[in-house]
């Protein structure tokens, strides 16, 4: 990829880890049309500046790319770069002349770009992927040619009429350049993709419906005003054909709407394409963006040389997928779970009432199966399985050891993240990240492993009326996990993002405080969110699952739970109406019906819900009461050589925090907020960045790898509800942040913002749309307050008007099927047990009474080994 290169040379960009993890460059598939594409290709190209880094003679390794960067100007409020002609090094042009008045496409350009637009429409159109042939194709029809002219005033600056030309020389990749040809990578069809794959019907409809107005004279003039207006004929322009300072224009517009569709449509276009474009990768592992943003990528991180790792859980995670139904049968029968008879099959098939049509039909019978891997399905699969029983785990997504791992943001996020990685509320206004991997969150989290706070214990005992949380049984259980995940308080070495906080509080005088973690030894990856390469955090997969593992327990990976089984009682002794008798799963065209003694959902507060709904549960309390305390964030700039040392993507992701704000010793009952630091890789820190002109993009894209962000973690009184949809199919998650938490996150805000400032920051700013900084330095105290002040205020007016301005994020969802007293406020008791059916148990962060307040795996995993050593005695 030439000067893009950041990561050396072409033996360590050779691509390591397993092919879904690798970004190959595959071909997307998508519905859009023609004009739509055209338009999301506007849109992008608005969104994202273009500037060559390759030139003639000029660094052919990329060395000097950042030279370059330092001498790039912007004209007017333009959002594509001109390389300035200052020095004999830095050439005026980098392609051929282009005048302002009346372009001209150099064949050399319209070459390029008609090859590269062609296969963008072709690939709109039918969906097929290019031949890969650098010949030009059919002669374009007028309005595409047109449209490549457009497009070529995005990706070169206009050169005045007379200006010195320069032969071009650029043969792939572009540093913070066009997103159509990063690389022979189309980043509008990335985004297209994401659009149709990940969207759920009404967003998708939306962005489908905006584009197709785009693509029209008076659908322009609808969304876009009088700035679409033109003073020849047809008199309006569409929105490809706008100007670019123009479609700038638009989409600020959009983006300070009282509208919420069109707000929804810049936050989606904007965080899609940006992600993309900075998390896309090419064959050898790369982004051209990678070196002017100073972001090295996951090279250093990845195991060196051909030997191969450690795979714990190799052969005992089978990818159900994968082997077919005889395949399936075969695995089980091998690991010793019986097959169902006719009459035990022909039993649940009757209870389940699944469309069996064209499926094929596997039985098998255990003691207990358990749904979900994660922090606690692993623990549940761990302490029975220990305790003598055959376990059964099952896994909507797939397993990735060591070596399978790429760190690689783009693939990682797609096929480690819950909706890949791209979730949100209904609403849009809450971004949410959770774990669909073999290991679940433990295998994506940052590592923060904080026990149970006393606080939140006595809350649950004395308040709610469970005295498991105040018991030694429970202090056992703590105990355990922690063993088991090796946690310590140690940190030797710290990152420069959570340096920054600590010196900033330390310098205020407020408290601060070292991050537990799970980890061996002194870890120090910034790259944990995309799975650990080293082994070294200790996920439920590489403890208690390693562990059921070896006691005879079997996971089945890509296999997805549809319902939990359940009867009439069939014993006296039973308080309950009802009991669970198993699980049906749908893998591929397979249903697996499974019976089992004892049934543990652990699928995560997002998914237990549905599955229980599904099943004819009808507490009305599943799905509701759903915290995930909210976060905002806020930044500080510290320039190469001020503050600590570091960048934004390296050493350990979070080891401190600050409890100032959280309440935990007042009499309000703890609920406040923490401050603590975030990882933002380039694709995530692109897409949550407030946008306010390409220009001011890619400056902002400049500062990334010293730009230090906090995050408020709020526990949340307020609360949200998961549902189904009408037809009983889709999921619906519904939150907003409610007035009685919005105080306690700005606050938090205000101490993060001071806390940087003190730390040395420069430049300090929060993710407000409007995009609002500070320059520290020529700033006085009273301007620092009122700078602060207003943000606060913007803020607040945000959160309050519940509008998609500022930014919310989740990674803890929690008290979705809460654990209570009875069954009229909670949906399991201090069991764990399901109300409505015996032996129905759950063991995830949704039984979580109200929200812990802190990072909450540790809290998951100690309520998961108190709710299976439960079950044990049941089975027993």
């Known amino acids: 990829m030439g000067a893009g290169v950041a990561q050396g040379d072409s033996e360590q960009n050779t691509m390591k880890g397993h092919p879904q993890l690798r970004d190959d460059g595959v071909p997307c598939s998508h519905k859009f049309s023609h004009g739509q594409m055209e338009v999301l290709a506007a849109i992008c190209n608005t969104f994202v500046p273009s500037l060559p880094l390759e030139a003639s003679g000029l660094a052919p390794n990329g060395d000097n790319s950042e030279e370059i960067l330092a001498k790039c100007s912007m004209d007017g409020i333009s959002a594509f770069y001109r390389l300035d002609a200052v020095t004999a090094d830095v050439p005026d042009k980098v392609f051929s002349d282009v005048s302002t008045e009346s372009p001209e496409i150099s064949y050399f350009m319209q070459d390029r770009l008609c090859f590269c637009f062609t296969r963008l429409l072709v690939g709109a159109v039918d969906g097929r992927p290019s031949d890969g042939s650098k010949e030009l194709p059919l002669p ?45 990578l189309s980043v509008v069809e990335d985004v297209a993709r994401l659009f149709a794959q990940r969207m759920k019907d009404f967003p998708l409809l939306l962005i489908g419906a905006g584009l197709w107005l785009l693509s029209t004279y008076l659908g322009t003039f609808a969304m876009c005003g009088l700035l679409c207006l033109s003073s020849r004929f047809p008199f309006v322009h569409r929105f490809p054909d706008m100007s670019l300072a123009k479609r700038e224009m638009v989409l600020l ?39 002017a943003i100073g972001y090295t990528g996951p090279a250093a991180e990845l195991p060196q040389g051909d030997e191969p790792g450690p795979r714990p859980l190799e052969g005992k995670v089978v990818d159900a997928e994968a082997v077919g139904a005889e395949g399936l049968r075969s695995v089980l029968g091998a690991g010793g779970f019986s097959p169902l008879d006719e009459a035990a099959l022909a039993r649940l098939r009757a209870l389940a009432a699944q469309d069996e049509a064209g499926k094929t039909i596997v039985g098998v019978r255990c003691d207990a199966v358990v749904v979900g891997s994660g922090s606690g399905g692993g623990v549940a699969a761990g302490v029975l399985a220990s305790g003598g029983q055959k376990v059964l785990v099952l896994e909507q997504g797939q397993y990735f050891a060591r070596d399978d791992l790429s760190l690689l943001e783009y693939p990682s996020m797609a096929n480690m993240y819950e909706g890949g990685g791209v979730l949100a509320t209904d609403c849009g206004a809450v971004n949410l990240l959770a774990g669909a991997t073999v290991g679940g969150g433990s295998a994506v989290n940052w590592a923060a492993a904080f026990r149970t706070p006393d606080h939140v214990r006595r809350e649950w005992a004395q308040g709610l009326g469970l005295p498991l949380f105040a018991s030694d049984d429970y202090d056992r259980a703590m105990d355990a996990v922690c063993a088991k995940g090796a946690v310590h308080c140690s940190c030797e070495l710290e990152s420069f993002q959570n340096a920054a906080l600590r010196r900033g509080c330390q310098r205020l005088g407020v408290d601060v405080a070292t991050i537990p973690r799970n980890v061996r030894g002194q870890h120090a990856c910034g790259f944990c969110n995309f799975g650990c390469s080293k082994g070294e955090k200790l996920a439920t997969s590489e403890t208690w699952l390693v562990e059921a593992t070896a006691r005879g327990a079997l996971i089945l990976s890509n296999c997805r739970a549809r319902a939990v089984l359940h009867r009439a009682t069939s014993t006296s002794t039973s308080a309950k109406d009802r009991e669970a008798v198993g699980v049906v799963a749908a893998v591929g065209d397979i249903l697996l019906f499974i019976e089992a003694r004892a049934t543990v959902v652990a699928c995560g507060s997002l998914n237990t819900p549905p599955l229980l709904l599904r099943s004819g549960f009808r507490n009305r309390n599943i799905g509701r009461h759903f915290h995930c305390h909210p976060v905002i964030m806020g930044w500080g700039y510290f320039p190469e050589g001020t503050g600590p040392r570091g960048t934004v993507y390296d050493g350990p992701i979070m080891t401190a925090v600050s ?29 949550i960045v407030p946008w306010t002109s390409g220009s001011a993009h890619k400056e902002r894209m400049r500062k990334y790898a010293r730009t230090a962000h906090f995050i408020v973690l709020c526990r949340d009184q307020g609360a949200g509800r998961v549902m189904l949809d009408r037809n009983g199919q889709s999921t619906k998650i519904l939150y907003r942040v409610q007035p009685v938490d919005a105080p306690n996150m700005l606050q938090a805000l205000e101490l993060g913002l001071r806390s940087l400032v003190a730390a040395g920051a420069v430049e300090i700013g929060t993710h407000h749309v409007d995009g609002h900084t500070l320059d520290v330095l020529s700033s006085s105290r009273e301007q620092l307050d009122d700078f602060i002040r207003r943000e606060m205020a913007l803020a607040s007016q945000s959160l309050a008007q519940k509008d998609l301005s500022y930014p919310v994020s989740s990674a803890h969802q929690m008290s979705t099927c809460r654990m209570g007293a009875d069954p009229e406020s909670s949906v ?15 063991a995830d962060a949704s039984v979580f009474p109200t929200a812990s307040g802190v990072n909450p795996m540790l809290t998951v995993q100690s309520i998961a080994y108190c709710t299976a050593h439960s079950a044990l005695q049941k089975l027993r």
Do not use: M
Not at 267 to 283: D, I, N, Q
Not at 663 to 675: E, F, M, P, V
């Open 140 to 184: 374009f029809v007028q309005q595409s040619l047109l449209f490549v002219q457009s497009i070529l005033q995005l990706v070169v600056q206009p050169s005045p009429r007379h200006s010195r030309v320069h032969e071009p020389c650029i043969e792939s990749g572009t540093g913070l350049g066009a997103p159509s040809v990063p690389g022979h």
């Open 828 to 842: 399991v008791d201090a069991g764990g047990e399901a109300w409505e059916a015996a032996r129905l148990f759950i």
């Open 253 to 291: 517009k959009w983006a300070h709407s009282r509208i919420p569709s069109l707000q929804k449509i810049f936050k989606l276009c904007k965080g899609y394409t940006l992600f993309c474009f900075y998390s896309k990768v090419g064959s050898d592992g790369c982004n051209p963006c990678w070196n």
């Open 659 to 687: 409890k100032h704000l959280a309440n935990w010793d007042s009499d309000s009952r703890a609920y406040g907020s923490l401050l603590e630091v975030p990882i933002l890789h380039p694709g995530s820190f692109a897409g």
